[in-house]
């Protein structure tokens, strides 16, 4: 396909060109190329000798990407050329005549008479669209890979995550979830979230710290919920077995399946292993989930907080600010998150604003003593007139002596000044205003 519609295909060149900022003219005029924007699609091969033998994956994409993408008119325009271009030469008739040319053949053409495989001028929105079929190496039946080919192919497959958790704003995972077990030529049956690869790409799309560069097509099973797995966590998903899911393809009962699960399983594991060190724990100071995560159970709360605690044990991490702002995190779910959190020794700020928890979670923060900042909730919310002069929050100060509990006044960080109020808890945990007697200061910090 490279080589009949070479028009179609970026080299690796072409796309760090394409994601380039624009150029500055004199006088402050913008110029040159806008950036464009990558959508990486996950989803199901459908028969083992195509990934899409039905066309169905395809037009569920572009429908999509027409309807919800930033790319709406680049997109537009190509299906409104393609359609003009099978009206010319079918007359909008679908089935192929006796002597009539197959559609690639007059597509091939087409594109040699109109493409000059040059890069548009205006690329701002311009789609990139990548796809592990059309872009790695795939085995053929007669002829299978050569040497390189193979090399490029296991290379290419060290660095999907790389496209599937990229955490640009210009990058996209795009899942398209939709098996269509009904049509003829779907060989494939195995639902999208019961697939190796998919749950690999759709775990690493977990970790990115923006929730809107995700768009979803087709059905959305609970089991594929956008929260962060620890590479522990992952590997039991990928060895978990149970009896109701054998069948003569799947003997031994595994959940998650892989068409050469010998040795597709480990290399998803430690790929994965490898994305969370290198993208959340080398180097990285401040993990920002605001927003992003809705952790309302015991379970996710659970699921949270063992990854927190997986990062804590690695030598390289040195996480000091967490932010789970807008996290849903209730009674049910702080806890096991708080626990998880206990494992980042250099954690020295927690934002827990604009979340549903309550005065009977405060006592599960008590184990956070490496903590210097903990923003606990907005002043007009009703949970912060809850938890200020409460008991708990008196509890809580006494056991971290050395943090400031903060609660932010208005809704914008920079609009107000730092006001502090000193409240002091005498040995009696009693609080007081005036000083006298031994003491230790809480400080309740209102923004």
């Not at 704003?169 to 098996?179: G, K």
Request: charged residues 30%; contains cysteine; glycine residues 10%.
């Amino acid at each position: 396909m490279e080589k009949r519609f070479s028009s179609v295909y970026f080299s690796v060149e072409e796309v760090i060109q394409l994601m380039v900022e624009k150029e500055q003219l004199p006088g402050g005029r913008q110029g040159g190329r806008g950036r464009a924007r990558i959508y990486a699609l996950s989803y199901s091969w459908h028969s083992a000798e195509h990934p899409d033998p039905t066309g169905s994956t395809a037009k569920t994409v572009m429908e999509g990407l027409e309807k919800e993408g930033l790319s709406q008119a680049f997109v537009r325009a190509g299906r409104e050329e393609g359609e003009s271009l099978f009206s010319n030469e079918r007359g909008g008739k679908w089935e192929k005549r006796e002597g009539e040319e197959d559609e690639e053949s007059w597509m091939e053409k087409d594109f040699q008479t109109t493409s000059n495989n040059t890069l548009p001028e205006d690329t701002r929105d311009f789609p990139v669209y990548f796809q592990d079929f059309t872009s790695l190496h795939q085995w053929l039946p007669v002829k299978g890979r050569t040497p390189e080919e193979d090399a490029l192919f296991k290379q290419g497959l060290g660095l999907l995550s790389c496209n599937y958790g990229n955490t640009s704003e210009y990058v996209y995972f795009l899942r398209c979830t939709d098996v269509p077990a009904e049509l003829e030529g779907v060989t494939n049956k195995t639902p999208y979230h019961k697939r190796g690869w998919t749950n690999f790409e759709s775990r690493v799309a977990a970790v990115k710290d923006n929730e809107l560069a995700t768009i979803h097509l087709g059905p959305l099973t609970g089991a594929l919920e956008l929260i962060p797995l620890s590479p522990p966590a992952l590997e039991r998903l990928l060895e978990e077995k149970r009896p109701e899911e054998r069948t003569d393809d799947n003997r031994e009962g595994f959940v998650v399946r892989f068409t050469n699960g010998k040795e597709d399983r480990p290399l998803v594991a430690n790929l994965y292993r490898a994305f969370v060190l290198d993208t959340q724990v080398r180097g990285q100071k401040e993990i920002k989930m605001n927003g992003n995560y809705k952790i309302d159970t015991k379970e996710k709360g659970g699921m949270l907080g063992e990854y927190f605690a997986w990062m804590g044990e690695q030598p390289e991490c040195q996480v000091e600010a967490v932010d789970l702002s807008v996290c849903h995190l209730n009674n049910d779910s702080l806890p096991p998150v708080a626990a998880g959190l206990r494992a980042l020794s250099s954690l020295r700020e927690l934002n827990l604003t604009t979340n549903k928890f309550g005065l009977s979670s405060l006592s599960a923060l008590k184990c956070l003593r490496q903590l210097e900042t903990l923003y606990l909730a907005y002043d007009d919310d009703p949970i912060g007139a809850t938890l200020k002069g409460s008991d708990e929050l008196k509890d809580l100060q006494r056991a971290l002596p050395g943090c400031q509990l903060m609660f932010i006044a208005g809704r914008r960080f920079f609009q107000h000044k730092l006001e502090v109020l000193q409240v002091q808890l005498g040995e009696d945990g009693e609080g007081s205003e005036g000083g006298g007697g031994k003491a230790h200061c809480c400080k309740c910090v209102i923004m």
